[in-house]
């Protein structure tokens, strides 16, 4: 594994580097959002870690730039700022993970992990929450293997809920992606699709579930 960490506070980053030689995995040192920006473009990285107060730019600069380029690698964000409404910034910003100072090293590692793994699911063409799997080739969604029934809006909507990785979407972004489908709402159209594919998942034994998060909207969460 090789890592970019783009953090401008010395000691801290100081410190990342050491207990990521100690975990045997390579990663570079950048103190500028500008640095970070010429770094991705010139070599290859398994993933990145920057932080969002950087004395150049806001990290979440750097990524949005970064994902404008085509550049698809998992980010993890670092951020004093870890109140919901921030979190929910960097995530629509392109970020992969948001994860809040203080924090222990095993935590970081443990996101690393889980956005690399996510990546690599990309890779594969086919996105998976439990037992639900979703081909984006021929965007045919099924549980265990077995093909599920789907109209197009409900196909529209798991595949928006997935691509999510579980970060909550209000209604009105469910209703801006729904129409990005050609497709025209109704008042109650967004309730009425969540309502039948509900009922979809649960028929077919999906492990993944559609969950309202108050004050947040709607994700997948898959049952323990």
């Known amino acids: 594994m090789k890592l970019l960490v783009v953090e401008d506070d010395a000691a801290l980053a100081e410190a990342l580097l050491a207990a990521f030689d100690r975990a045997d995995i390579q990663a570079e040192f950048c103190g500028t959002g500008a640095g970070a920006a010429e770094l991705l473009a010139l070599y290859t990285f398994d993933a990145a870690v920057i932080d969002r107060g950087l004395p150049d730019m806001d990290g979440l600069d750097l990524v949005r730039a970064v994902r404008r380029a085509g550049n698809r690698i998992p980010v993890v964000i670092l951020t004093a700022q870890s109140d919901v409404a921030s979190r929910i910034d960097g995530l629509d910003g392109g970020a992969d993970d948001y994860l809040g100072k203080p924090f222990l090293f095993a935590e970081l590692r443990s996101r690393l992990n889980a956005v690399m793994r996510r990546a690599e699911q990309r890779l594969t063409n086919t996105m998976r929450c439990g037992n639900l799997a979703y081909d984006l080739d021929s965007r045919v969604v099924s549980i265990n293997g077995a093909t599920l029934d789907l109209s197009p809006r409900e196909r529209t909507l798991i595949e928006v809920l997935m691509r999510s990785h579980g970060r909550p979407l209000n209604a009105a972004q469910l209703e801006d992606r729904l129409c990005a489908a050609n497709e025209v709402l109704t008042a109650n159209a ?35």
């Open 190 to 224: 967004l309730e009425v699709s969540i309502h039948r594919l509900r009922r979809k998942l649960a028929a077919a034994r999906c492990s993944a579930r559609i969950v309202w998060m108050r004050g947040l909207g709607y994700c997948l969460e898959v049952d323990a």
